[in-house]
């Protein structure tokens, strides 16, 4: 080939990949240019929900864009989880995962999505313990009332939870196996309903989240007894953990954060993590975020990464020396 064909053609390659590159990064510049998607795992009206709805109300007015909540309930969060996985990686589908989706999950069935290589972290958002409460109606006053009534009459009690593998699930197990009681699971799509059908009395027991469980607790319909972590919360300063009352090692603090499909570009990825802290630092969410229970937990991508990894090998070895299954 001559020397000036060789130069027109290096420089016709040249120019198309400026070309490119300069497309590229005006198509991020101009990113977001319509809607956000923001999938939830869970059905309406629980805590992810509401936690997902305040989040994103607030992001999308920093981001200039709406974001739209999506629910996608079932299968523990599994159907939301690989609907995002295999969502365009241009950063208009993004989700609410947490301590199920991206923790107890792996340990407990075989999924068709990994917590970690198939998702890009945006950012830690909140954590709220996890609580024992029991319907007013199975007239239980305590933990050791709930432990006797369990052994003298199993089948009057029944547990409900957001779904199989649910933080509620393995904390109610765990419970179960510490005291050597034994109750019924009634799995639920989210913890929504499962509160419904504990507040009506369908359903005894429960180990719903405080953000889930708190608005309930003045109504008097349901008590709580104890929560399963290593201290008291502020938000409930009376209420004892099961450690406090005997029943040590029941420990399950629900987490939640957001996350975007990997491969997602990593200046969209700061962009939305930008945004998730802007909001999070809001007098108004923190104020919601308190007044139902949840903690603020703001960060990088690069956190939640570590801490998600953390998590998965954490349930790993709890759910293994526990010998829980996600059919219990």
Request: contains cysteine; hydrophobic residues 45%.
């Amino acid at each position: 080939m001559p020397l000036l064909s060789r130069t027109w053609s290096f420089a016709a390659r040249a120019g198309a990949a400026l070309a490119c590159a300069c497309a590229a990064a005006a198509a991020q510049a101009a990113w977001p240019d319509r809607p956000i998607t923001l999938v939830v795992p869970t059905a309406p009206g629980g805590g992810n929900d509401t936690l997902a709805r305040v989040v994103g109300e607030k992001m999308g007015a920093a981001l200039g864009q709406p974001i739209i909540v999506v629910n996608k309930a079932g299968a523990q969060g599994a159907i939301a989880c690989e609907y995002v996985a295999q969502a365009a990686h241009d950063g208009y589908t993004i989700m609410l995962g947490y301590i199920a989706t991206h923790g107890i999950n792996p340990a407990l069935q075989h999924l068709r999505y990994d917590p970690v290589a198939d998702f890009q972290p945006i950012g830690m958002m909140a954590s709220s313990p996890t609580l024992l409460v029991v319907s007013s109606s199975a007239h239980i006053d305590s933990v050791q009332a709930l432990i006797a009534q369990a052994r003298k009459d199993p089948e009057s009690l029944n547990y409900a939870s957001a779904g199989l593998g649910t933080a509620p699930h393995v904390a109610a197990e765990l419970f179960k196996l510490r005291t050597g009681i034994d109750m019924l699971h009634v799995p639920y799509k989210g913890s929504a309903p499962a509160m419904t059908d504990t507040l009506a009395g369908v359903t005894q027991v429960m180990f719903p989240s405080l953000f889930s469980a708190h608005p309930h607790l003045a109504s008097g319909k349901v008590k709580a007894l104890a929560l399963a972590g290593e201290h008291r919360s502020e938000a409930l300063k009376d209420v004892p953990t099961l450690d406090e009352l005997g029943v040590p090692g029941v420990h399950v603090p629900q987490w939640y954060a957001l996350f975007a499909p990997a491969g997602t570009d990593a200046a969209i990825v700061a962009r939305l993590n930008q945004a998730l802290n802007t909001a999070l630092r809001d007098p108004g969410v923190i104020d919601k975020f308190r007044e139902q229970g949840a903690e603020v937990q703001s960060g990088t991508p690069q956190a939640l990464g570590s801490f998600v990894q953390g998590e998965v090998a954490r349930w790993k070895t709890v759910v293994g020396r526990a010998h829980l299954a996600a059919a219990q």
